[in-house]
Structure formats: C-alpha cells, structure tokens
C-alpha cells in the first residue's frame, strides 16, 4: 500500500471521529479493532475491496452477515419495500422456519440479534413472573445485559443486579441455588462448553431456556445447532447471517410464550420488523443454504485441522488454540498482544480477521490454501516473538481493543 493510499483511510478515520463515536457504528469494525485504519469500498464473494484500492480475502464477512458471500441479491427484492399492511412474504418466512427449527411454533421478526435477545429475555419474564436472568455469554446491547461488562455506565445498578454470568456448570450450579426462587431463564449460545449438562439441569429445574443462536443460527446447520444437538429449547434467537447482510432477527419459540405478545400483556413492536427486503433475502438465503450449507463445514474442517497441526509442530499450543465448531472457527491467543500480532501480520498479507473466521459459501478452497498459507509464516514470527519474550518488538501500532471485557 503506498503512502498517499495510506492517507485516504486516515484521512477518513479523521473525519469519522468528528462526527460518530469510535468512528464507527459497531465496536467490532471499530478502527480500535485493527491494527490500522481500514474503509470498506465494495465486495466481490470472498473479498473486500477498500478505500486505498486494497483487495483482502474477508474471512470475518461483515461480522458473519454475509453467509452466502458479497454478493447481488437485487433479483429476489425488487418491487418489495415497508408496507402500511402486513405482506404475504412474512407469512411465508415464518412457516419456512417453523417447519424447519425444532424450537419454532411461532416467530416474531426484528432488526437486529440484540432486539431478539430483549424480547425472549421479556417474554421468559411474563411467563414465569420471575426477574433473574443466568447468562452464558455475550447477548446483546440492552440494559439487561450490557450491566456485566466494562462499558455499564448508564445502567442502573438495581437492573445490574438482575442478570448474572455464568462461564462453567459449577458456576450455574451456585446461581440456581443462589436465586431459586426468582429465576426466570438461562439463556446461553448453544456452542457453548458442557451445553449437553447445562441443558440438563436447566431441564431439571424447570427454567426456561432460551438458545441465543444470533452467531450459530442457520452457519452450523440451516435448522439450527440446536437441531445438531438434539436440544430443543423454549425460546431461540435468530439473526445476523439469515438476511445476508441485511438486517433481519427473528425471535421464535413455544406458542404458550410468544402469544404473549398477543393478547399477554408483552409489548414488541416494530416499525420495520416486516419489511420485506430483508424477508425476501432471508427466504433465498435460506434456499441456498440449505442446498450447499454443508460447504462452510467441509472448508472449516481443512483450515481448523491444518492450523491444529502447526501450533503442535511449531510449540506454541501453550499460547494458541484453534476454537469454534468448524463452520466458525479462529486462532486464539492467550493474550491480546499475541492476538494484536496475529491480526497485524495477516492484515500485512491481505487476510481481513478478528477472532473467529467466518467462512461464507464464495470463499474458494484457494483462498483457504493462501490462508494456511500465511498463517503458517505468521506462527513462525510469533514463534519467534515468543522465545525471544518480547512481543512489543513486533507490535507495530499497539494492541488493539477487546470491546466486550467481562
């Protein structure tokens, strides 16, 4: 990249903090996030084009939206818009995805996964007249959760209190004793460690469980992870690659909770939920998954097992580790630093990446090859950085920030 290409994104990043906090409208594509500024001009399948007349192979695809790759959906949308009425296509999504999640009886349609995340989190709470929430994990920007990490101010304490993390079953263990008696869900990522066991003694207890499938919704199986586990919960969440890119959440669940936004005193609406873009997109999103899904899985398995072996053969398994199912997957390391370094040196050789890849069905097995390809020069710097016990050598711009510290 030469210096005047350098200049543009800069000279955006400049603009971009007059005028909207972070410079960006989500902390994860925040320029904190990278090891330089980067802004996205167009994207062709697998890649991402910048501003700076950059090409990088995109393996976080607009924070795992973009399932089916960047790509023109313009042939299944047009003639469709927000209605003053509702639209036949809300129909025909909802009954696609009833006759397709085993936890679906009725669906309700948002914009985003963390709208999902409120209203299953409100619902639970109608039901059972019960105020505390056990979490698994991260699930959204709404006050009920957004108490537990650093960035709380503005939440009142007594909402605070209401929501409790668990991060193993000893830990959901002493909450369900703790607060036995208020308890109103557990509402956890179904790929999270031990879900088999926490499921369980959900069950046992007699808890509603939400499945927060924002990120593992329709990429680990078009039916859901929780059609892979056999677990069937009360209440799941849908949303960020069931669109495409475009926003669409979906909240679905037992008709004994959802009618509650009917006739049951829970209030959820909204103004955009059914317009029919995005519903449109969903539908033909779901068609193509459901013919080549199974791809995500095949290209995930080549890179995790490959990666796997050069953290052994190069003895770094100490600071590294592959993690995820592998339809999303990534590197991660033991610190930021090593994570900072990672990212930094990928971004060198054109590979766009947080934490976790999200492959999409565009990415080519040659791209995935250039990838092992350069992954595997990168572990040997880090390698380097590490026997040497100074990874501040390397790190060019500093480390870069972790948004959601618990």
């Known amino acids: 990249m030469t210096e005047q290409s350098t200049q543009i994104s800069k000279n955006l990043l400049d603009r971009a903090l007059q005028v909207i906090p972070s410079a960006s409208q989500t902390y994860s594509k925040s320029y904190r996030y990278f090891t330089k500024p980067l802004f996205a001009d167009y994207g062709i399948n697998g890649f991402l084009y910048t501003v700076d007349g950059g090409k990088y192979h995109d393996f976080d695809m607009g924070l795992g939206s973009m399932i089916l ?66 979490a698994g994990s991260y699930h959204g920007f709404h006050d009920w959760y957004v108490g537990l990490i650093e960035r709380n101010k503005g939440i009142p304490k007594a909402v605070q209190e209401l929501t409790k993390q668990f991060k193993n079953v000893e830990e ?39 499945f927060d499938e924002v990120l593992t919704g329709f990429r ?44 049951g005193g829970v209030f959820a609406s909204s103004t955009f939920g059914g317009e029919t873009l995005a519903l449109s997109v969903a539908l033909e999103t779901i068609r193509e998954l459901e013919e080549k899904g199974a791809y995500l899985w095949k290209i995930g398995i080549e890179w995790k097992t490959t990666i796997e072996k050069l953290i052994v053969n190069k003895g770094l398994t100490d600071v590294a580790e592959v993690k995820g199912l592998p339809s999303r997957c990534g590197l991660v390391f033991i610190n930021n630093e090593y994570q900072t370094l990672y990212k930094q040196e990928l971004l060198k050789r054109k590979i766009l990446v947080n934490r976790l890849n999200n492959f999409c ?12 390809k350069c992954a595997d020069e990168v572990l040997d710097i880090i390698k380097k950085a590490k026997e040497e016990n100074n990874i501040g050598r390397y790190l060019e711009n500093g480390t870069t920030r972790d948004m959601f510290r618990r």
């Open 69 to 134: 790759g960047y790509k023109d959906m313009a042939d299944c949308v047009e003639g469709y818009s927000n209605f003053s009425i509702p639209h036949p296509v809300e129909i025909e999504l909802a009954e696609k995805l009833v006759e397709l999640i085993p936890s679906a009886e009725m669906v309700k349609f948002f914009k985003n996964g963390s709208d999902a995340t409120e209203i299953a989190v409100r619902l639970a709470r109608a039901y059972t007249e019960k105020d505390i929430v056990l």
């Open 220 to 263: 680990n199986h078009i039916k859901g992870l929780q059609y892979i586990l056999k677990i069937t919960p009360d209440i799941s969440c849908f949303g960020k690659c069931m669109a495409n890119g475009l926003p669409l959440s979906a909240v679905v669940g037992r008709r004994a909770l959802m009618q509650l936004m009917d006739d």
């Open 172 to 210: 959901l263990k002493y909450f369900l004793e703790q607060y036995k008696d208020n308890i109103a869900c557990v509402i956890v990522e179904p790929d999270m460690e031990n879900i088999n066991e926490i499921s369980s003694i959900i069950r046992e207890n007699n808890i509603i469980l939400i």
């Open 361 to 372: 069905l565009a990415h080519t097995y040659e791209q995935i090859d250039y990838y092992i």
